[in-house]
């Protein structure tokens, strides 16, 4: 993915879980890998493992705030840098996402439709 295009779907991915459960359609397009109309937890996570290495521009294995300061507000990157290290390791990243996925999926059935 093109740097912009990392930073606009990881805005509308990680912004908050309120956003995901909404998230357009257009989005869910985008991380439905097979085509089959939904997207399941392991296409969302494939997805969004992609956008880290995207992100993390310094390739350190961590996201710092000036690798997200143009599209993550602070209050978010606050909010995922569980410990308050000041980074954004890959395992409190992989928790938000876990947690997005999960608030989006409203019926509770894995997926994302």
């Known amino acids: 993915m093109k740097p912009m295009t990392i930073a606009l779907f990881s805005t509308l991915t990680l912004s908050t879980v309120a956003f995901a459960e909404t998230m357009p359609g257009e989005a ?34 961590r996201l710092e705030r000036s690798e997200t300061e143009s599209f993550m507000s602070k209050d978010i990157f606050d909010a995922t840098d569980i410990n308050g290290s000041g980074t954004i390791t890959k395992g409190e990243y992989d928790a938000q996402i876990r947690k997005d996925f999960e608030g989006a999926d409203r019926d509770g059935d894995g997926t994302l439709d």
């Open 28 to 61: 869910l397009l985008l991380l439905d890998g097979d085509g089959d109309g939904t997207v399941s937890f392991d296409e969302f996570n494939e997805r969004m493992n992609t956008l880290f290495g995207g992100m993390d521009t310094n390739q350190n294995g």
